[in-house]
């Protein structure tokens, strides 16, 4: 049974993160073992990208007799810039691992300019 003190004095850690990016996305991938779709918050609040993960090990039934493995949370924030496309944000999470894909707005992609003669 969980107890509330416990509850209350949960800690938090930042999860493991590659960033990478090509021409049409930002990639990022977080490392949360332990954390379920069904326990995985991500939110985007004007220019921070949130997002919280609930790793909870705790048996349905019985009591522990050694307890190694923490329970945690993972907590990230992310500020990010006018070039991302806030309605382009995709997630997955597979074996632990969180993978956010945003998008890059058209507007901030590289583009050619074509030179004419006068």
């Given at each position: ?38 326990n995985?918050d991500i939110?985007v ?5 949130i997002?919280?993960?609930k790793?909870?090990?705790y ?6 007799l ?15 810039d ?7 944000i995709?997630a ?5 691992v969180?993978t ?8 901030a ?7 004419t003669t006068?």
């Amino acid at each position: 049974m969980k107890d509330k003190k416990e509850l209350d004095t949960r800690k938090t850690m930042a999860a493991f993160c590659n960033i990478y990016h090509d021409e049409n996305s930002i990639i990022m991938s977080l490392e949360m073992p332990g954390v379920t779709k069904e326990n995985l918050d991500i939110k985007v609040d004007k220019d921070l990208l949130i997002i919280h993960g609930k790793r909870d090990l705790y048996p349905e039934d019985g009591e522990y007799l050694v307890k190694e493995i923490k329970d945690y949370d993972y907590h990230q924030e992310y500020t990010i810039d006018n070039t991302i496309d806030r309605e382009n944000i995709d997630a997955t999470i597979k074996n632990g691992v969180v993978t956010l894909t945003l998008g890059i707005k058209e507007s901030a992609k590289p583009r050619t300019i074509k030179i004419t003669t006068s």
